[in-house]
């Protein structure tokens, strides 16, 4: 508040009119100021907006000149002259460049260049190229010139002066020197560009004239096409954009050469620079300003401010437009209006002081209420206030409107939020559609939304809250072609005669309009159709304003519906993938059978009967949807990594099984040397020694050799365990030997032949051991199958040196079963890749426990499981179902041809087992048992011979050191 005031005081009427007249006076005096300042600030604007103007017009100029320069170039670019390599062949193109100088004006010259640096031109000799090259004569129309690079480095030039009738007018000029066309900017942008390219504007060398070169390199590269373009119009262009008569404009470069202005003359083949210009007042900007600085904003020159304006030609050009005008031109208009004008704060003033005593009676109190309900809204404050009434009717109506606005902000806000609330899409229908019954306020309503090529009825409801019978509507009909036509929202007459027969139900006995507003997106797609039926007619009331307000909302409410479904589709995609991915696995391998789609249903009916579990251990287990969705994608992809294990790894029935059975290749080597048991006792009956001897001899070795392969035989199957005695045997065999005197490199592919690349090939024949262990049989492990050396995912497992070991001892000797270690750990290592693969995929946050939901089936409680050693503390519930999921399916699975499928009563007493020796969660199994899951699922998936446990009580297990 001002010091001045009296002691006493004065009302707040009078501090009001004192404060309106000085604030009136303040108002004259700064609008006369801002109005000059503002008038200066127009004409300056104006000024630059022309000069823009200019340089667009000049760049347009530069453009349209040289649209048939490159199109000259890129039809000589891929014309034959590309592909001539002699003189002799170029200069019979020389008509044809002739033509095309003809045919375009404003060409100076055309030219080739080559890969090899020859060079073929043809250049116009106008005035100012006659001048340049005197030694043409006054009869030359047209300049040739021919390039052709020598082994020294120097090119060879041949000129050739010629009539109109291409006939040469002077002999022929030949020079010696340095020239290579590769080395011009113009070759180098093409070649960069791998196709057209254009200069900037430039003087000419040879003419000195202003112009620019365009130039095309062909498909091949090959060959460079140039053409030299003259601009013309340049100077007459700035001439006449100048906004003044004492103006003055130029176009520089980079370097401040002077390529044109409007004081100097275009035709004038000297490059003079901005400085060294003819005295004015560029020439004084020139000397001020210098290269890759900012230019100076005024300048003074003959006792004169002169505004200096610079601007880069459009299009990323180098060159730069300048413009100095002196200030008295600039300004002078300004001036003149702000003198006539200087009366009206005067007359203001007159008119405010009457006037400021009346506002401010009439405004202080509403409007400082209304400023407070103002800002009460902005912070989005709805409580109810009531505003006192003002004598002035605008006041009055403000505070109407701003009531009004409040309800409206307060009821958007709040429908918003509820339709945005709803993750449902049948709920958030009901939201919507109650929603704007309220806010018309309408009796009856119904939504129709897209079904193909039809609009189906989705939701209705009367005063009552009762649905009522809506049909299809085609989009065919008439009232829907021209409610879907118009801008706004549709209002009509409750006439049935006008109404479709599929939306008449909406009609009630007091029902006087309908209103159709059609759901569009933002991209115009129509989504739906809303029609409510309401007992006002719209039009008539002061509710008419309602209607914008239920546009506004049934737009939002089109977002929300279209988000809603599109969610919903993407959800159903996402698991339609998981599930897909989930059956291709099982469908891999008959050893995995229909595990992927089992185990989901186990895990989670377990972790649902966790979740509603009322007393005991997870009495305090909440199960989420981000859970459940969790869980979901987890169960159906906990064995994704077996995508990565090869089949005849997981199939391998026998020792020696690979993508086929190896033992057939050593019955072939016993079967040879059965034969050549016989060709001995041929070749000895031969040599006359005892026949009686020498067959017993060969029956003796071929029996012996039926009884050692019926070993090995018994050793690739697997199934019994091999001890000491077996392995030595197997030793004995393996040293027999065999001939093979067929080369072993023939035939094979590029793996195996990389494997052999180090190996030296022995001479033929050569003998070999009847089981061997050769070097081509171990196959090192790569980078890509090893586990990442910062362990970022905690692995905690022993990794074999080989990929593979497919020696033929080293298999027949696996003690029990039919794997290798290396096979072993391949098999175990679709966990590790699972967890791999599952934590490359993005997974929003609400599934970001997903990897380590299903990467936790093959841990065990008191951590000797893998891949990363887990104890039950550090793994989640969901993975400990998981475990248990896995586990049940896997023991009664009974599509498993290397298995026969266990009984419940077996089933559950290994599970047992592995409860109270630590595999398993003890807590989670009782749940499993207590539940009855396993009882559910042996009625879906298990044969009637496997159900053979009535009670799970004695299998429960006991209590354990492993319990937590």
């Known amino acids: 508040m001002p010091q001045l005031l009296p002691k006493s005081g004065q009302s707040l009427q009078v501090w009001l009119t004192v404060l309106i007249s000085v604030l009136v006076l303040a108002t004259a005096a700064a609008l006369g100021f801002f109005y000059y300042r503002a008038m200066q600030s127009q004409l300056t604007l104006a000024q630059h907006n022309l000069f823009r103007a200019t340089s667009t017009l000049i760049t347009s100029n530069i453009e349209q000149s040289g649209a048939g320069a490159a199109a000259t170039t890129n039809l000589l670019a891929h014309s034959a002259l590309a592909e001539t390599y002699s003189m002799e062949e170029r200069v019979l193109y020389t008509g044809q460049l002739v033509a095309v100088l003809r045919g375009n004006p404003a060409l100076q010259a055309v030219y080739m260049a080559y890969p090899n640096g020859d060079f073929f031109l043809l250049r116009r000799l106008d005035d100012v190229a006659r001048q340049a090259l005197p030694d043409a004569g006054p009869g030359a129309r047209w300049a040739r010139q021919l390039v052709q690079q020598q082994p020294d480095g120097v090119a060879e030039q041949r000129f050739s002066f010629l009539d109109d009738a291409l006939n040469s007018v002077q002999p022929e000029l030949v020079l010696r020197r340095v020239y290579d066309p590769r080395q011009r900017p113009w070759y180098q942008q093409a070649v960069a560009s791998h196709g057209a390219a254009a200069t900037e504007p430039y003087r000419f060398s040879t003419t000195g004239l202003i112009g620019l070169t365009y130039a095309h390199q062909n498909g091949d590269a090959s060959a460079v096409a140039g053409a030299d373009l003259r601009l013309l119009t340049l100077g007459t262009i700035l001439r006449q954009n100048l906004p003044s008569a004492a103006a003055q404009m130029a176009i520089v470069n980079t370097a401040h050469d002077i390529l044109v202005s409007t004081h100097t003359d275009e035709r004038d083949p000297r490059p003079v620079k901005l400085g060294e210009s003819a005295p004015s007042a560029l020439a004084t900007l020139g000397t001020q300003w210098r290269p890759g600085t900012a230019p100076p904003a005024v300048i003074e020159w003959q006792g004169q401010q002169w505004h200096v304006a610079v601007s880069a030609l459009p299009g990323g050009s180098r060159q730069q437009l300048v413009m100095?005008?002196?200030?008295?031109?600039?300004?002078?208009?300004?001036?003149?209006?702000?003198?006539?004008?200087?009366?009206?704060?005067?007359?203001?003033?007159?008119l405010m002081l009457p006037l400021g005593w009346l506002l401010s009676r009439l405004l202080s109190q509403p409007l400082r209420q209304l400023v407070a309900a103002s800002g009460r809204i902005q912070s989005l404050d709805f409580s109810d206030?009531?505003?006192?009434?003002?004598?002035?009717?605008?006041?009055?109506?403000?505070?109407?409107?701003?009531?009004?606005?409040?309800?409206?902000?307060r009821d958007f806000i709040g429908l918003s939020r509820d339709m945005v609330a709803e993750n449902a899409l049948e709920q958030l229908l009901g939201t919507v559609l109650q929603s704007t019954m309220h806010a018309l306020p309408a009796q009856r309503g119904g939504l129709w939304l897209m079904d193909g090529a039809q609009l189906a009825p989705s939701i209705s409801r009367d005063e009552h809250e009762q649905p009522l019978q809506l049909g299809n509507l085609p989009l065919d009909d008439a009232l829907l072609l021209d409610t879907l036509a118009a801008s706004a929202p549709q209002q009509i007459a409750a006439n049935p005669a006008l109404i479709p027969v599929e939306m008449r139900s909406l009609l009630g006995e007091d029902t006087r309009q309908l209103i159709l507003l059609p759901l569009r997106l933002e991209s115009q797609e129509l989504l739906g159709l809303l029609v409510l039926a309401s007992s006002e007619s719209i039009a008539h009331t002061q509710s008419g304003h309602r209607i914008n307000y239920l546009q506004a909302l049934v737009g939002f409410a089109a977002i929300a519906i279209d988000n809603r479904r599109l969610a919903s589709a993407l959800q159903q995609l996402m698991n339609a993938l998981v599930e897909l991915i989930a059956g291709a696995i099982d469908a891999k391998s008959p050893y995995t059978g229909g595990h992927c789609q089992r185990v989901p249903e186990l895990a989670q009916a377990l972790a649902e009967a966790a979740h509603q579990s009322q007393q005991g251990p997870f009495a305090g287990f909440q199960l989420s949807a981000a859970d459940r969705e969790a869980l979901y994608i987890a169960s159906w992809l906990h064995d994704c990594g077996k995508v990565t294990t090869p089949e005849y790894v997981v199939d391998k029935a026998t020792k020696l099984e690979t993508l086929y059975d190896r033992i057939h290749e050593i019955r072939m080597r016993f079967e040879l040397l059965k034969r050549d048991a016989d060709v001995a006792y041929w070749q000895g009956l031969a040599a006359g020694e005892d026949a009686a001897r020498l067959k017993e001899q060969c029956q003796?070795?071929?029996?012996?050799?039926?009884?050692?392969?019926?070993?090995?035989?018994?050793?690739?199957l697997g199934g019994e365990f091999m001890d000491d005695a077996d392995l030595a045997r197997l030793q004995q065999i393996a040293g027999r030997r065999w001939t093979r005197t067929l080369d072993d490199r023939l035939g094979l592919g590029p793996m195996e032949r990389a494997r052999l690349a180090g190996i030296a090939a022995p001479s033929l024949p050569v003998e070999e051991n009847l089981l061997a262990d050769k070097p081509e049989h171990r196959i090192a492990r790569g980078g890509a199958d090893t586990l990442p050396a910062d362990k970022r995912w905690g692995f905690k497992v022993k990794v074999p040196e080989l990929l593979y070991h497919k020696g033929e001892l080293t298999n027949l000797s696996i003690r029990r079963g039919t794997l290798t270690?290396?096979?072993?750990?391949?098999?175990?290592?679709?966990?590790?890749?699972?967890?791999?693969?599952?934590?490359?995929?993005?997974?929003?946050?609400?599934?970001?426990?997903?990897?380590?939901?299903?990467?936790?089936?093959?841990?065990?409680?008191?951590?000797?499981?893998?891949?990363?050693?887990?104890?039950?503390?550090?793994?989640?519930?969901?993975?400990?179902?998981?475990?248990?999921?896995?586990?049940?399916?896997?023991?009664?699975?009974?599509?498993?041809?290397?298995?026969?499928?266990?009984?419940?009563?077996?089933?559950?007493?290994?599970m047992r087992k592995m409860a109270e020796d630590g595999h398993l969660d003890p807590e989670l199994y009782r749940l499993f048992l207590d539940s009855g899951i396993w009882r559910h699922y042996a009625g879906r998936y298990l044969a009637a011979a496997q159900a053979d446990v009535a009670d799970s009580h004695a299998y429960r297990p006991r209590q354990s050191l492993h319990q937590h």
């Open 821 to 910: 270690e290396e096979e072993r750990y391949k098999i175990n290592a679709h966990i590790t890749e699972t967890i791999k693969m599952l934590h490359a995929l993005p997974f929003p946050a609400h599934l970001a426990h997903v990897p380590e939901i299903a990467g936790g089936h093959h841990e065990r409680i008191d951590g000797k499981g893998y891949p990363r050693g887990l104890k039950g503390e550090d793994m989640s519930v969901l993975a400990r179902v998981m475990a248990i999921a896995d586990v049940f399916e896997a023991l009664t699975a009974a599509d498993r041809p290397y298995k026969p499928a266990k009984p419940l009563s077996e089933a559950l007493q290994i």
């Open 385 to 409: 206030s009531s505003l006192p009434p003002s004598p002035v009717r605008e006041l009055n109506e403000l505070m109407a409107a701003s009531e009004a606005m409040k309800v409206t902000i």
């Open 324 to 350: 100095v005008m002196p200030e008295h031109e600039l300004f002078a208009a300004g001036r003149a209006v702000a003198e006539r004008a200087a009366w009206i704060p005067l007359l203001i003033l007159l």
């Open 700 to 716: 003796q070795q071929k029996a012996q050799l039926d009884d050692d392969f019926a070993f090995v035989a018994r050793c690739n």
